[in-house]
Each structure stands twice: as C-alpha cells, then as structure tokens.
C-alpha cells in the first residue's frame, strides 16, 4: 500500500485500537506539564484549556511529533535502516525535559511492546532489534508511525489520528485537574477538530529540516513540575 492510499476498515479497525485510551501505553498518567499550568493558574477554563492544547499542536511538542512521525512511517515505509536509526535517536534526545523524556519513551516502549504482541509482523521485529542495538527506546511517535507504515495505514489518516489521541490526552488531562464537566472537554474537543487537521496537513507538507518548537512555557511547566508537592500525573 502507497503512503496515500485511501484508509480500509481494517485500518480503520487498528487505528482505532492503537490510539483508543485502552490501548496499554498509560497515557492517562501523563500530561506534558498541563498539570502545573493547572496549578499556576495558567489553564484554568475551556478557553485556556483550548489555548494550551492548540498552541501544542501548532508550535509544540505536538508539531515536532507530528514530523518524528512522519518521518519513521516515511522510513519504515521505504526500509532505510539508516533513516530508522537516525530519526529515532533525534527523537529520543529532542525532549525539553527529563519528565516529557520519561513520558515519550515509556509510552513508545509500551506501544510498540503491545503492537508487535498482538499483530505480529516482521520488520517491526527488526526494528525492535534495530533500537535495542542503538541503546535507546522509541519515542511514542516514531513507535506509532512506524507501526502504521508496517502495516500499511495511510500516513495523512494515521497522523491525524495520533494527533488526535495526544490532543484528546491532554483535554482529559485538564478534565481531571481543573476540573472541567465531561460536556466541556466535548466542547474542547470539538474546537480543537481543525487545529488536530491543519497540523496533520502542515506536517505533510513541511520539510524535515523545519523542525522545532516554540513554547517554552510548556517546556518551564514541566520542570516546575518535577519538584510540585502534590501531583497526580508523572509529567
């Protein structure tokens, strides 16, 4: 299958499993320094909760996700061991912290642990093999993307959908910490539909030498983070 090849149900069916919160990554135990936005009065309604989550996917670590993604799923997609190699190490260093590092890698780990368990197939066996040798562990993303490319998900639907799944991660995230009504992370959500497209779109478009981001805000909550005296999240 083509990296743009129309969607069929079957990847439909794995998208919906990989990316679904039961899906055992424990991504409800993190929540990329919202939590100390939270508690410093930043994030504090929908309107801000919309703003944080925005911003994160325009010019954040969503936006620098989004091309991690896309450039494993390119990689696995073309069997370039050397581009595999390259993106996950770059993914595995560019954390702004050492709690969003924790947070990508143990999810990227456990992503690919569980893929590979319940749909078996080769190449991901290899690059297992292939990061187990670089000493490193996957990044969420490049885990994701590459799972996606291995068994032939279209890219465009595939990155719109972890991109929805790290979104909606962060609205739960908020309902849970401000705390918001379950109609409001809706609400949220819903807005946040175009924003979740534009950036899957951006990402297609954009070339692999533009990457980086521009909150450095985020990157400060989730230091603050670490030393906060009460938290419920890991990041």
């Not at 993303?141 to 991660?169: D, I, K, S, W």
Request: glycine content about 8%; overall charge negative.
């Amino acid at each position: 299958m083509s990296m743009t090849e129309g969607l069929s149900a079957a990847g439909v069916y794995r998208l919906a499993v990989w990316l679904s919160p039961a899906f055992p990554v424990g991504a409800y135990t993190y929540s990329s320094g919202i939590e100390h936005a939270v508690e410093s009065g930043f994030v504090a309604d929908p309107a801000s909760l919309f703003d944080w989550v925005a911003a994160m996917l325009r010019v954040g670590q969503g936006r620098v996700d989004a091309d991690f993604f896309r450039d494993a799923y390119a990689a696995m997609h073309s069997g370039d061991a050397d581009a595999i190699a390259e993106v996950t190490a770059l993914a595995d260093a560019m954390r702004g912290t050492a709690e969003l590092a924790l947070e990508s890698a143990a999810q990227g780990d456990a992503f690919l642990a569980a893929a590979r368990a319940a749909w078996p197939e080769p190449r991901l066996d290899e690059f297992a093999a292939l990061i187990v040798a670089l000493g490193r562990k996957p990044a969420y993303a490049v885990a994701v993307g590459a799972t996606a490319a291995t068994h032939g998900v279209p890219l465009r639907e595939a990155l719109t959908a972890f991109l929805h799944a790290v979104a909606a991660n962060l609205v739960s995230a908020g309902l849970r910490l401000i705390p918001l009504g379950q109609t409001d992370g809706q609400r949220v959500t819903a807005r946040l539909e175009p924003d979740v497209v534009a950036a899957a779109e951006a990402a297609m478009r954009r070339s692999p030498q533009d990457l980086g981001a521009a909150t450095p805000m985020a990157d400060w909550m989730s230091m603050q983070h670490e030393t906060q005296y009460t938290r419920l999240f890991r990041s």
